[in-house]
C-alpha cells in the first residue's frame, strides 16, 4: 500500500524514536511493523531523510553496519521528539476522523 502524502515524515521520525538506524533498517522496520501492507521507495526515503534533516528534526553520521558496509544512521534531535508528539497526535486524531466517517452506515445499506 502506497502511503499518505505527508505521512512519511512522521513514519521515519517514529522509526528513529526506536533508536539510531540506516536507511535499509528504517524500511525493514517500518515493513515489517506494518506486516508488509507499506511500501517505501528508497527514492521517497532519501527525500525524507533529507527533508527531515534540513529542518532539523534529525541529525546523522556515518558508521560501520552489521555486515561491515558503510553506512548512514540517522537519530532523532530533540526537536524531531517533539515534532513527532505533535504530528503524531494530529495524525491519529484524522485517522479517527476518517475511520468515524468511514464506518457510518448510510440510510441504502
Excluded: C
Excluded at 525493514?28 to 527533508?51: F, I, N, P, Y
Excluded at 553520521?61 to 530533540?78: F, I, V
Amino acid at each position: 500500500m502506497a502511503l499518505l502524502k505527508g505521512t512519511l515524515d512522521v513514519m521515519v521520525l517514529k522509526t528513529l524514536s526506536w533508536g539510531p538506524m540506516h536507511g535499509f533498517e528504517i524500511t525493514a522496520w517500518l515493513e515489517q511493523r506494518s506486516s508488509g501492507r507499506l511500501d517505501v521507495t528508497d527514492a521517497a526515503l532519501l527525500q525524507a531523510l533529507h527533508r527531515l534533516e534540513a529542518r532539523g528534526l534529525l541529525s546523522a553520521e556515518w558508521g560501520e553496519s552489521k555486515n561491515g558496509r558503510r553506512a548512514r544512521y540517522y537519530k532523532l534531535t530533540s526537536a524531531g521528539k517533539s515534532h513527532l508528539r505533535t504530528e503524531s497526535a494530529a495524525l491519529m486524531d484524522y485517522v479517527r476522523a476518517l475511520t468515524t466517517v468511514l464506518a457510518t452506515r448510510s440510510a441504502h445499506e
